[in-house]
């Protein structure tokens, strides 16, 4: 089927304006890998990824996923040790103070768990956020989506502007005065949520500030902020959806971040594409909250989640993949700090592990956005065979996030079609 | 392992009070058709089932699931067809009113969209449902969950009591006029909303009132209803997780009721245990939503979603599961009124295809539930080896819910154990 027609279609039965990546949409028909092809049979490198984190077509997620369902799905209220295991599994990859595991099919669910969890426990409803944010889509969660300064129109939810060195809140600071600036906003909210009578449940933030363009925080920010939240009796939610999972050359983001959250909510790598979600935290927070809520969550915690969820952890661990993150990850950035010398549209080039960020930047301020730009290289990087995605406050951030499979011979592949974008926008 | 050192793990790996069970809970290893398998070997049948409704392991499902996890499984920013057909094929179940289709991972994910919905087109928040329904567990959609009379904390949402004929509102009403008083309750609660200022969204109910107890409604009250709703500007959603799918022997649980919806939630059925959901309504409407939210949902309309929805269909068509569902439900149905006559016990036997409830009451008076006796029903009819709960207002309700593949030897078999559990109560 032609694309012309297929999109006609499918604004038909799903709607008009149901998301599409790149201004000529691609019909991709097959994974294997780090690699998409569409329907011509063109191969793309997949440098989007975010959920099939090991590898498109995986086939050890396969055996797992077809095994399990060929033997056993069914809901969690019968006793089942799949599932036991993956939550346990799941822990031991935390410190200590993660003890248990709330499954669920989404980082949406898994943050509405967090958000209930944290307002139940404190008796408080009162949540802060960063204002370039995005966790998730139900009414509760989306009331942190893009909330700027002047838009805090939800009673129980504040927007503190997220920690950068790029744009600083204030210029010319020393990197712990920033980090104090930082501070004092959060605090202010804090504040601000207990002088309305609404009282603080918890600071909720991606440990990598994904959305917000991966920017680099000030050093000591992110510690002392978790020490302002529990000085303040609230609960530390880290979203790691987008950061945990390896993705960062570490378990978690917020092991580079240098924090421990108190609670932890993970998402889409988790299942290479099955929905599966958590939310863990101390046995404390769990039981508390499934005291009060009896919550229940008919497709999670099944068997099949079990089964998949243990295969995503076994490629990760027995491929290494931790290290590849790390070392194809460095060597990637590197390289492109290079162009940046060369190219003065790069205001920035960020990020860890195999998620890295570039700043697109008009050429007459290193400080002024510049989105069409963005969306140029994206569109230009997938013509060339590389999909890529534009992020950030500004949505002038390159996203460039390959699965953790990628090696150094796509990263090679990969900056060859990128020099010959970034040539014909010097040119 | 032994299911006590098994549910010690899982006490402290996903916290304790994770809903388990019967009495003495079961460690299920294995599933095939209508019969799920204990770690000893023990057989029982899925009479609860809901999820897996073409059967456990049913291998059309396993093999569509393996086969597009091997190809492809990827978020819907992409051009995919598979995601489209089923979106097309799951509206032409409908009559002409419903035509695009949003879809999402849980009926919590899908019923937050339909309120969303019916919110933003009408610019108004007020939500009524009914006093003893489940609608899912995020915020939102939780503030529905078992709303007693005085309840009503949510300014957004008023209950009304659910239509019955077993404990009517007005005892001794004729059929038309007890349709009248409920539908009274109704205007009141839309009433109450306008002049709280609210405003009237919808009317969101499941058709055949499930967690309710499945109660015989009176004669046209649903169809006034409807009329009801659309007089004051408002939406009928109809939350067909559990009436849907040939559950009734019809595709829809509306169609048996008599009405017509303007928006359909789907969800367990779907996908056999793989997560799938959706909301389908018009074109206008999914397409101002979208307008209005830039709603994505990432592990949702896949092509994994899409493959394993087209197979849960396929089976439920090729294998004549309406008619199975239908022809069973009948004969099960008219046995278990047959008990009734013989036994005290059974104050009711209601529902519609296979779906059938059993009111138990206490001897002295019909009207009296007996929760007690349902829930010893349920774990006796467990220790005979047939899986069924309790539900409804009271949680007096024995839920008779096989998968749509129960055929009448299952039913025989599930007779003959139900009489030694009805003798045993009785002697």
Redesign the interface.
Known sequence: ?D?TT??A??E??????????YDR???????EGVH?FDESGRRYV?MYN???CVG??N?H??EA??RQ?????????????G??AL??RL?ALHGPAI???????????AN?VA??MARGATGKSGIVCTNATYHG????V?KMTRLGADQNSAADVRAIPFPEMFRPLVPGASESDLAEAYLERLRGAIRSLEDDGVGFAGLIVCPIFANEGLPDVPHGFMARAAETVRAAGGFLIADEVQAGYCRTGRWWGYEGAGFTPDIVVT??PM?????LAATAAS?AL??G???R??????????P?QAAVGMAVLDVIEREGLAENVTRVGASLKAALIQRKKTCAAIGDVRGLGLFIGLEMVRGGSALEPDSDRAIEVVNELKDRGFLTSNAGAFRNVVKIRPPLVFGQRDADEFLTAFDATIAEING
Chains 1, 2 share one sequence.
């Open positions: 089927m694309t297929l999109a279609r499918r038909r039965a799903l709607g008009a304006g149901a998301p599409l990546f949409p691609l019909h991709i028909v097959r994974g998409l997949d975010n959920v099939p498109h077509a086939r997620v396969v996923m077809s369902q060929a033997t056993l799905n069914v809901h969690s209220r019968y006793l089942h040790e599932i036991v939550a346990e822990a003890e248990s595991v709330i499954f669920s099919c989404s980082g949406t669910e509405e958000l209930r889509n139900s009414e509760a989306g998402g889409k299942g290479n594409g099955l929905p046995k769990v039981d909250f499934r005291a809520t009896r919550y229940f969550n008919t497709f999670a915690s099944s099949l």
